[in-house]
């Protein structure tokens, strides 16, 4: 659980870039308080796609298999398309990011089906403990890496990463996740 969710909170995405932004824009002070609006997102997503996943899949026996082939299949396009769009990054000229777009953003998060259906163990939507201690461990995952996105967005506004290439670091974060989906896949398949 812990790898899988490093490697799915790490990637950008609709909610890593309103964070890298909100940090571009704002810095790292002004923007901090916005992994709170990230932690309400999942939490209320993962939550409600795990409760339904969990008690769909004793009847559907076949939605888990299909969800994980859905998940792989969605880290797949990810990939090509955070390969396609790495040379665009936000600019500060746009508005301020607040915590009701950043919870909205979050909370239709496709990443949210990915972990309640494939990253988290069965047992964290089976037992109030194994929940609680699932998301302990998200949670401890979530807050630096999404700090880290609002720094990272900081250090790009304040011009300080200037041998740092945005496209490719992000064409490097789309390897990564195409490694996780095939990964997924196969684990699938076998």
Not at 33 to 45: D, I, K, N
Not at 178 to 187: K, T
């Amino acid at each position: 659980m812990t790898l899988g969710s490093v490697v799915v909170l790490v990637m950008p995405g609709p909610t890593n870039t309103l964070l890298a932004t909100a940090g571009l824009r704002s810095g790292i002070r002004d923007s901090a308080h916005l992994t709170g609006a990230e932690f309400a997102g999942y939490l209320v997503s993962i939550s409600g796609w795990g409760y339904f996943l969990s008690h769909a899949a004793s009847s559907l026996t076949w939605l888990p298999t299909l969800l994980r082939i859905a998940s792989a299949l969605y880290l797949a396009y990810l990939s090509v398309r955070m390969w396609l769009t790495a040379n665009s990054f936000p600019s500060t000229a746009q508005g301020t990011i607040g915590l009701r777009v950043l919870f909205t953003a979050t909370l239709l998060n496709p990443k949210a089906i990915l972990f309640a259906g494939t990253i988290f163990p069965v047992a964290a939507f089976e037992s109030l403990a194994g929940y609680v201690e699932a998301m302990a461990i998200f949670t401890s995952l979530l807050v630096p890496i999404g700090l880290a996105w609002i720094a990272f967005g900081a250090e790009l506004g304040r011009g300080r990463l200037m041998r740092v290439s945005p496209a490719r670091m992000q064409r490097c974060a789309s390897i990564i996740l195409a490694a996780f989906s095939l990964s997924l896949a196969w684990a699938v398949l076998h």
